[in-house]
């Protein structure tokens, strides 16, 4: 079976550009994260969906940062303008509905460098 | 502030010995509780979860649960150098919600 599939697995771009990570959750799938990861602050939820909707947000730094989930197969984090300080890698996550947590499965990530 | 804290480590075993890798949290309502392996450069890897204190196993992995004094630990029995990552435990806060608290996660390093 697929697992959770991000593109691009690298993006290399210049301060104020605008950035757009993509992921395609597992099939099935109910919930969908997107997480950073840093050296200094390690992993960080920055938002959470439920069956699309927007659940908690409140990871996201701050209103450069966007996340879309149009449909159950696919999301979108954008940052707009991105700046140095964004560079990290990303991590899309998708777990199935059941009682309490249940596992998520991590994609490959992407790693994002703004210079 | 919901805290997960694990020591960075690394933590130096030889091969074949016992690996005991131990996560401490903060909120005592947490009720899930999982187990993520990360290869430098990869991404995290499910290895175990625990629900109910106890231990759990799984081949060489044992997931030991203490909702009493709120720790959990992994177990990696006849370590290999293959086990060589940083080891990421995960806490979620309460039944019906699926956000996880991660610790900044445990380097372990198994020497040949």
């Known amino acids: 079976d697929a697992g959770v599939i991000q593109s691009p697995r690298h993006e290399v771009t210049e301060m104020g550009q605008e950035v757009t990570l993509r992921c395609k959750p597992i099939s099935g799938h109910?919930?969908?994260?997107?997480?950073?990861?840093?050296?200094?602050?390690?992993?960080?939820?920055?938002?959470?969906?439920n069956n699309n909707v927007p659940i908690d947000d409140s990871g996201m730094p701050e209103d450069r940062f966007s996340a879309k989930m149009p449909n159950a197969s696919f999301s979108t984090l954008k940052i707009q303008p991105s700046e140095p300080r964004d560079s990290a890698v990303y991590f899309c996550a998708s777990s199935p509905f059941g009682r309490g947590n249940q596992p998520q499965h991590f994609g490959d990530g992407t790693r994002l460098s703004i210079l | 502030q919901k805290e997960?804290?694990?020591?960075?480590?690394?933590?130096?075993?030889?091969?074949?010995?016992?690996?005991?890798?131990?996560?401490?949290y903060s909120d005592?309502?947490?009720?899930?509780?999982?187990?993520?392996?990360?290869?430098?450069?990869?991404?995290?890897?499910?290895?175990?979860?625990?629900?109910?204190?106890g231990d759990k196993e799984d081949g060489r992995f044992t997931a030991q649960l203490n909702?009493?004094?709120?720790?959990?630990?992994?177990?990696?029995?006849?370590?290999?150098?293959?086990?060589?990552?940083?080891?990421?435990?995960?806490?979620?806060?309460d039944t019906g919600f699926q956000k996880l608290v991660f610790g900044t996660g445990t380097r372990l390093l198994v020497s040949p």
């Open chain 1, 30 to 49: 109910d919930y969908l994260f997107w997480y950073r990861q840093t050296m200094m602050r390690g992993l960080e939820l920055l938002i959470y969906f």
């Open chain 2, 28 to 53: 005592r309502g947490s009720q899930s509780f999982f187990w993520y392996r990360q290869y430098s450069g990869k991404s995290p890897e499910l290895i175990m979860f625990i629900y109910s204190n």
């Open chain 2, 4 to 24: 997960v804290e694990q020591n960075s480590g690394p933590l130096s075993v030889p091969e074949g010995a016992i690996a005991s890798l131990n996560c401490t």
């Open chain 2, 67 to 93: 909702k009493a004094s709120q720790y959990v630990s992994l177990l990696i029995r006849d370590s290999q150098p293959s086990d060589s990552a940083t080891y990421l435990c995960a806490v979620g806060p």
